[in-house]
């Protein structure tokens, strides 16, 4: 393996730490509810960090001639300092009020997501070339094994700090010790060797290269199922509001869920890991997204102000965590290694991180829309209780559904069969146990 793996590793488990405790957890969605912001600017907030992929084949020439690496670390570094501009959110509220604070907190937001789709613009190509493909699918299982232990340590300080903290100082704490481990994390990319320059030279980041990726009928069909999965999983951020809103469950074991969504992905990354690079990623992703489609209805029949709310929650957010890491380092590895080819890898990558970003951006604004306007619905039908989140997970559920039709018809060339999978699972138990080993 590459001597550097560590480094990549050191990376991304304090990145880890960084997105936990800034703007990938319940910790982000309940400081902007503490704030005031409804539940749509909430979604339209959220909706910043996925839209800015759009920037993706609009910079990814520049992003080349600059250096693939070099933008990422220039890039993810500066973020850092962007994002401890949100520590004097709370002061802007009591100077100036809701309004400014709102296009404060969407001005910094707006400044830290360019910040990120730029680096991850690089970052896309680069991977393609520092990770071998043979081994793509046992280091994201690696990668993932570090991000979760590193994201169950951070959200059980969260969970310690929202507990024992008051008002804004709790989230501003976890703003300014994260933003200082990302730096140290940003520094440990330093070790891991740039992009070659024939490599880049032929991956032709132009728009000729990228209308010629459109042409490319398995690559739309992957795009289309990208989109329809990204929208269709736009419920799962608003799940915090659900658990203290409709399961009147405290903010403190609410930040726990991101713990159980964290272990869960923890214990099962070798796994997906190993099973990706012998089975295929087109399987596994549909198994993944089979099981995310069905997860948010089982929140709904959770009784409120129970303690067995919090720990049905708990189970399902650790279900969650399996299935979104299985989801993620299949179809990674599907795409990158199936879809994607080496001479137009740019292209493609801006394409499908554009593509991700307009999905993602829309996915979290109208799921706050829908909220908003479906608030006051409340009636019961066959002794089931509709509301907003109910309204809410019926449409994400259609999509997600569509989604796994689309991804059915993209041909994969040495991938198993769904059922072939499953099968095939059963029969190499020893050999998983063995690798494992």
Same mark, same amino acid.
């Given at each position: 393996?590459?001597?550097?793996?560590?480094?990549?590793l050191?990376?991304?488990?304090?990145?880890a730490?960084?997105?936990?405790?800034?703007?990938?957890?319940?910790?982000?969605v309940?400081?902007?509810d503490?704030?005031?912001?409804?539940?749509?600017?909430?979604?339209?907030?959220?909706?910043?960090?996925?839209?800015?992929?759009?920037?993706?084949?609009?910079?990814?020439?520049?992003?080349?001639?600059?250096?693939?690496?070099?933008?990422y670390?220039?890039?993810?570094g500066?973020?850092?300092?962007?994002?401890?501009?949100?520590?004097?959110?709370?002061?802007?509220?009591?100077?100036?009020g809701?309004?400014i604070?709102?296009?404060?907190?969407?001005?910094?937001?707006?400044?830290?997501?360019?910040?990120?789709?730029?680096?991850?613009?690089? +970052?896309?190509?680069?991977?393609?070339?520092?990770?071998?493909?043979?081994v793509?699918?046992?280091?994201?299982?690696? %990668?993932?094994?570090?991000?979760?232990?590193?994201?169950?340590?951070?959200?059980?300080?969260?969970?310690?700090?929202?507990?024992r903290?008051?008002?804004y100082?709790?989230?501003?704490?976890?703003? /300014?010790?994260?933003?200082?481990?990302?730096v140290?994390?940003?520094?440990?990319?330093?070790?891991v !060797?740039?992009?070659?320059?024939?490599?880049?030279?032929t991956?032709?980041?132009?728009?000729?290269?990228?209308?010629?990726?459109?042409?490319?009928?398995?690559?739309?069909?992957f795009?289309?199922?990208?989109?329809?999965?990204?929208?269709?999983?736009?419920?799962?951020?608003?799940?915090?509001?659900?658990?203290?809103?409709?399961?009147?469950?405290?903010?403190?074991?609410?930040?726990?869920?991101?713990?159980?969504?964290?272990?869960?992905?923890?214990?099962?990354?070798?796994?997906?890991g190993?099973?990706?690079?012998? +089975?295929?990623?087109? !399987?596994?992703?549909?198994?993944?997204?089979?099981?995310a489609?069905?997860?948010?209805?089982?929140?709904?029949?959770?009784?409120?102000?129970?303690?067995?709310?919090?720990?049905?929650?708990?189970a399902l957010?650790?279900?969650?965590?399996?299935?979104?890491?299985?989801?993620?380092?299949?179809?990674f590895?599907?795409?990158?290694?199936?879809?994607?080819p080496?001479?137009?890898?740019?292209? +493609?990558?801006?394409?499908? +991180?554009?593509?991700?970003?307009?999905?993602?951006?829309?996915?979290?604004?109208?799921?706050?829309?829908?909220?908003?306007?479906?608030a006051?619905?409340?009636?019961r039908c /066959?002794?089931?209780?509709?509301?907003?989140?109910?309204?809410?997970?019926?449409? %994400?559920?259609?999509?997600?559904?569509?989604?796994?039709?689309?991804?059915?018809?993209?041909?994969?060339?040495?991938?198993?069969r769904?059922?072939?999978?499953?099968?095939?699972?059963?029969r190499?138990?020893?050999?998983?146990i063995?690798?494992?080993?």
């Amino acid at each position: 393996m590459p001597r550097y793996l560590g480094w990549f590793l050191i990376h991304h488990g304090l990145n880890a730490v960084f997105f936990m405790l800034t703007f990938g957890s319940a910790v982000f969605v309940l400081f902007l509810d503490d704030l005031g912001l409804s539940k749509d600017r909430i979604g339209l907030v959220l909706s910043l960090f996925p839209f800015c992929g759009l920037v993706a084949p609009l910079v990814s020439g520049a992003v080349t001639k600059f250096g693939l690496k070099r933008t990422y670390i220039a890039f993810y570094g500066i973020r850092k300092g962007v994002m401890l501009l949100m520590l004097l959110a709370p002061w802007v509220l009591r100077r100036f009020g809701a309004e400014i604070l709102f296009a404060y907190i969407t001005i910094v937001l707006l400044v830290f997501a360019l910040c990120r789709a730029t680096a991850e613009t690089a +970052y896309y190509p680069w991977s393609r070339e520092f990770i071998p493909d043979a081994v793509r699918g046992w280091v994201g299982g690696q %990668t993932n094994v570090v991000v979760g232990l590193a994201s169950a340590l951070a959200m059980l300080l969260a969970s310690v700090v929202m507990a024992r903290g008051s008002g804004y100082a709790r989230y501003q704490l976890l703003i /300014g010790i994260a933003s200082s481990l990302g730096v140290i994390s940003v520094l440990a990319m330093v070790r891991v !060797p740039s992009e070659s320059p024939s490599a880049v030279a032929t991956s032709r980041p132009d728009w000729h290269a990228m209308r010629c990726s459109l042409r490319d009928s398995r690559y739309r069909g992957f795009l289309a199922g990208v989109m329809l999965s990204v929208v269709g999983l736009a419920s799962y951020p608003f799940i915090p509001l659900l658990a203290r809103e409709r399961l009147l469950i405290p903010e403190a074991r609410i930040v726990l869920f991101d713990v159980a969504n964290t272990v869960g992905a923890l214990i099962s990354s070798l796994y997906w890991g190993w099973a990706a690079d012998r +089975y295929g990623g087109k !399987p596994l992703t549909l198994v993944t997204l089979a099981l995310a489609c069905i997860l948010p209805w089982i929140w709904l029949v959770l009784p409120s102000g129970r303690m067995v709310a919090f720990v049905g929650g708990l189970a399902l957010a650790a279900a969650y965590g399996v299935a979104s890491i299985g989801m993620g380092i299949a179809s990674f590895r599907w795409f990158l290694n199936d879809i994607v080819p080496m001479e137009g890898r740019t292209a +493609y990558t801006s394409i499908w +991180y554009a593509g991700s970003g307009l999905a993602g951006g829309l996915a979290p604004f109208a799921a706050g829309w829908i909220l908003r306007g479906f608030a006051g619905l409340s009636w019961r039908c /066959g002794g089931v209780e509709v509301h907003a989140f109910t309204i809410l997970f019926a449409v %994400t559920s259609s999509l997600t559904l569509a989604a796994l039709l689309r991804y059915r018809k993209v041909p994969a060339e040495a991938d198993y069969r769904v059922r072939d999978y499953v099968r095939a699972t059963c029969r190499d138990l020893r050999s998983l146990i063995a690798y494992g080993k």
